[in-house]
């Protein structure tokens, strides 16, 4: 098991950028693939972005592709999650997730992770 915290949301506008943060700790971090989801007011929580163990594959959500960028730092157990030219669309808790297994294109599905994050509230004004 290994426990996440995210970090970095807030209120921003239209079109600001904002940096997430998701610290990892008690498991072999770079071992996980690490994913990053998202759950808006009346709707399903959604896949954003997912990065292999060793940040070589990625993978996002047409919704956010060449606005958000997903990257990790194995040195400090630590993956981001770069928004820019965010929308209000864009409004919702973001949540980290950790899954122990290879790289795989299932990683858009909730059921591959294992752990997963309280969540930062990331919300958009227009």
């Known amino acids: 098991q290994v426990q996440l915290v995210e970090s970095g949301g807030g209120l921003v506008q239209a079109g600001d950028s904002l940096r997430l943060f998701c610290v990892a700790s008690?498991?072999?971090?770079?071992?996980?693939?690490m994913g990053w989801f998202r759950h808006a007011p009346g709707k399903e929580r959604e896949f954003v972005a997912a990065i292999s163990w060793w940040g070589s594959n990625t993978k996002y959500t047409d919704s956010v592709k060449g606005r958000f960028t997903i990257s990790r730092d194995n040195a400090k157990n630590t993956v981001y999650l770069q928004m820019n030219n965010l929308e209000p669309e864009d409004t919702a808790v973001y949540y980290c997730?950790?899954?122990?297994?290879?790289?795989?294109?299932?990683?858009?599905?909730?059921?591959?992770?294992?752990?997963w994050g309280q969540g930062t509230q990331v919300t958009v004004s227009s």
């Open positions: 008690g498991r072999t971090f770079n071992r996980a693939v």
């Open positions: 997730a950790a899954a122990f297994r290879g790289w795989s294109m299932a990683v858009e599905e909730q059921g591959t992770y294992d752990d």
